[in-house]
Every structure is written in structure tokens, then in C-alpha cells.
């Protein structure tokens, strides 16, 4: 799902692109894709727009008259600049957005059709699209610390916690957590002001590099490589590859759809922490350390292989 860092570097570009511009119409592949009844989409026809924003994880387009189209991807939505009126043929095409200077198009890789969008009508409607979450960006570290404490809940969870912190998710909050070299199931009520600090730190300079080379890979460009899994991470999506920082290969805890990434020396104090469906599977025979397990995988010790 594309998060804080690709999330702003979208907005940006679409207010470069669309500074002045008017948007002439919305074209639906996708019937599904349209979550709202009032205002009705064809109120945004002919409205000249006024700016981008970033809500959350959502896109605002902002259009004259205190019109607002709310577009949030979920997992599997992209966004794409095309030429003015863009064919949406194409099965993963769910809408053509047509401004006087090109047509943004959004396409969905999955079957699941998991993306929305709204028409708003007033700021005080939008406000009902915000989840809450403090910036993490702009945020004091006194604010982060009451904001992080004020639900006992594991680090994990709390990053990605929309009403808590705004746009982190799945895949940045491995990144900070690695950074601050924290395990993903400490409890906030477990932290000590120091470890506080330090995560904040994470957090904001995590963000920060991520934004900034995201932002110099689009350049004057449209954002054309939005992914959750990059090989310059540390942790995410980089199971049993080696941690940059110490070389142990990289573990995960699965559940649902998602998965926590992390790297036992770094973060847990080399515990291995439990996969609920592996543990359940080995029983006792789950390694308790990342000694344990390198003991039966030898290849995975990080002096393995050096003269």
C-alpha cells in the first residue's frame, strides 16, 4: 500500500501537473470504485483545481466550490499520467480522471477491487475522511510521546494505527523500527524515555530519506515505481536476506494478509520471535534464538562463508 513517502511525492507531482488546470470530467471503468452518492460525480465536471493534498494515506484533489475527490488506493492502486483522454480499456484500469492538461489514471493490479473514491462536498465532510493521526513528520517529540503512550498497544501496531500516527504502514514502520532498533512487539508502556526519543528520531528520518529519494527518483517525472518492497530497505519484504547492519538474515512474524519483518540481533536481543502458524506447526522444536536457529542453519550464521 503506498504510504507517507509515496503518497506525498504522488501529490506533488499531480499539483505540478494539474497547477491551473481544470478538470473536465471523471471516466469509471469500474463501477465499484465510486463509494459516495452526494454530491453526485458529475458536480466536479468543468471545476477548475485548487490544489493537491495528502490525507493520511489518501489524495485530495481540491476543486473550486469547496469540492473535494478523496481517492484512496489501498494495496494494489497506482496512479499514472497519460496524454489527454488516455483509453481505459485495459482490465486493471479503473478511472480516468481528464484534466485540460492530461488524464491521471488509476489502475488496480488485483482482482480484489479494494480502491475508493469520494466526492466531498466542504471542508467540515472532509474532516470525516481523516482518521486522526498526528503527522509524524511535524510532530514534537512531547506530542509523539503522548500520542504513542496514550494506548498500550505493541510498536507495530501503533505506527501503522491510522488514528494514532498519519500514513505509516506496513512497510515503513519495519523500516523505523529497525532504525530505532526496537522490537515490533515491545509494548508503548514498556518504553523508557530514552527509547521514545530514539524511535522518534527513527520515524522522522526514515520518512524523511524515503520521501527524499523517492522525490529524486520521479524528479520532474510522475512516480512510476510505487512499491512496498524495495531492495534498499533494511528488513521489509527481505526475509532471510541479510540485515545491512549485522548480516543476520532477516525474520518475519505472518498474520492475515501482512507480515511484521525484523532482524533478531538488532532488534530483539536475538529472541526469535514466534510465527503463529510455524510455532504451532514445530512446537518445541521453534528456535528460541537466533543462536538456536543458526545452529540449524548454518548458512545463515553472518560469519558463514568468510575466510
Known amino acids: 500500500m503506498p504510504e507517507l513517502p509515496d503518497v506525498t511525492v504522488y501529490v506533488e507531482r499531480l499539483a505540478a501537473l494539474t497547477d ?12 465499484f470504485l465510486l463509494r459516495s452518492v452526494e454530491p453526485p460525480l458529475s458536480m466536479v465536471k468543468e471545476r477548475a483545481v485548487q490544489g493537491v493534498r495528502r490525507l493520511g494515506k489518501r489524495i485530495v484533489i ?17 496512479l499514472h499520467w497519460k496524454a489527454a483522454g488516455a483509453s481505459i480499456a485495459a482490465k486493471q484500469n479503473l478511472a480516468a480522471f481528464d484534466f485540460s492538461s492530461g488524464s491521471l489514471v ?12 469520494y466526492v466531498v462536498a466542504g471542508e467540515e465532510a472532509l474532516q ?7 503527522e509524524p513528520l511535524t510532530c514534537s517529540y512531547a506530542e509523539f510521546k503522548q500520542r504513542l503512550c496514550s494506548e498500550n498497544r505493541t510498536l507495530k501496531r501503533a505506527l501503522t494505527a491510522p488514528h494514532l500516527f498519519s500514513g505509516i504502514g506496513n512497510a515503513y514502520s519495519d523500516e523505523i523500527l529497525h532504525a530505532a532498533g526496537l522490537s515490533p512487539v515491545t509494548l508503548t508502556a514498556r518504553l523508557d524515555a530514552a527509547q521514545i526519543r530514539k524511535l522518534h528520531r527513527a520515524m522522522q528520518q526514515t520518512l524523511e530519506h524515503w520521501t527524499a529519494l523517492l522525490r529524486e527518483e520521479a524528479k520532474d517525472d510522475f512516480p512510476k515505481k510505487v512499491t512496498a518492497f524495495r531492495p534498499e530497505m533494511a528488513v521489509h519484504g527481505r526475509y532471510r536476506q541479510p540485515c545491512p547492519a549485522c548480516g543476520t538474515l ?34 518445541s522444536d521453534w528456535p528460541r534464538t537466533v543462536e538456536d536457529w543458526e545452529e540449524e542453519h548454518p548458512s545463515a550464521s553472518p560469519g558463514h562463508g568468510k575466510s
Open 20 to 31: 491551473s488546470a481544470t478538470l473536465l470530467g471523471v471516466r469509471l471503468r469500474s463501477p
Open 62 to 78: 481540491v476543486l473550486e466550490g469547496e469540492l473535494f475527490l478523496v481517492l484512496h488506493l489501498m494495496i494494489a492502486g497506482r
Open 106 to 117: 488509476l489502475t488496480e493490479q488485483s482482482s480484489k477491487r479494494r480502491a475508493s473514491l
Open 128 to 134: 470525516a475522511h481523516d482518521r486522526g493521526g498526528l
Open 250 to 283: 532477516v525474520q518475519r512474524i505472518r498474520y492475515a494478509e501482512n507480515e511484521v519483518n525484523y532482524c533478531p540481533r538488532c532488534q530483539t536481543g536475538g529472541k526469535m520471535l514466534a510465527d503463529r502458524s510455524l510455532s504451532r506447526l514445530l512446537g
